[in-house]
């Protein structure tokens, strides 16, 4: 049991080029999410999926995009790249059940755009 | 929306003595809070966590404690080890019977604590 995979783990950008980041979960998890952390900041909220299909805004959601094709994988992308989204992001799942709501997260991806 | 706020960002102990990490939240409609602990380079884990419906919640060297009037929850840990030092951070979310915490946790900006030997 994998848990959450994120891919890839490390990824250095130039300013303006573009990549997407994949979050898979084998937990039959209904809701996921993608975080960026910045060090004095916590983890922030950038988009996140309550089913197959759907997406929505978090609470730094600009110059991202996400899509949730399958219910197991979750994409983040960045259409033009630029130094302030350099961060490590994290993806995070949940069962999507209020007696359960632990959220579990992957190891993270630390991108660099210069 | 929801605004979590942690203190201190920095706590050293010594090892063997208990350690505590405070938060507020803002949210009234927030009735989920959860402890995560983040090893470096790792991803956040989930230590404990607590409903509103209580007010203290015990896992061996862990306890957590909540006052939903002050709106303010605690983390508590005794007899520090060195395998305790890590980034804590505390988040808060509304559950609903619909679904579970399904906008997302706030998250406080984290406590990293050192546990000196």
């Known amino acids: 049991n994998a848990g959450v995979t994120q891919t890839p783990k490390f990824r250095v950008l130039k300013t303006g080029q573009s990549m997407t980041l994949l979050c898979a979960q084998d937990m039959n998890h209904e809701y996921m999410y993608w975080y960026r952390q910045d060090p004095g900041m916590g983890l922030r909220l950038i988009h996140y999926?309550?089913?197959?299909?759907?997406?929505a805004k978090g609470e730094v959601p600009d110059g991202y995009n996400v899509s949730r094709l399958k219910k197991q994988n979750f994409l983040l992308g960045l259409e033009s790249a630029a130094p302030s989204q350099t961060s490590v992001y994290f993806c995070a799942s949940s069962l999507g059940v209020s007696s359960n709501t632990e959220a579990f997260f992957g190891q993270g991806t630390r991108l660099t755009v210069v | 929306g929801e605004n979590v706020e942690q203190h201190p960002s920095t706590l050293s102990v010594q090892e063997g003595d208990s350690a505590v990490i405070k938060c507020t939240y803002s949210?009234?409609?927030?009735?989920?809070f959860p402890w995560y602990k983040q090893e470096l380079g790792k991803g956040p884990q989930l230590i404990i966590d607590?409903?509103?419906?209580?007010g203290e919640k015990k896992d061996q060297r862990i306890a957590v404690t909540l006052n939903k009037t002050a709106k303010h929850f605690s983390l508590h840990i005794t007899e520090t080890q060195p395998e305790d030092s890590a980034v804590y951070f505390c988040a808060a979310t509304p559950v609903f019977p619909s679904g579970g915490g399904a906008d997302g946790l706030t998250f406080g900006k984290g406590t990293h604590l050192i546990i000196q030997p």
């Open positions: 999926s309550v089913g197959e299909g759907t997406t």
């Open positions: 607590i409903r509103s419906n209580v």
């Open positions: 949210d009234s409609a927030s009735n989920y």
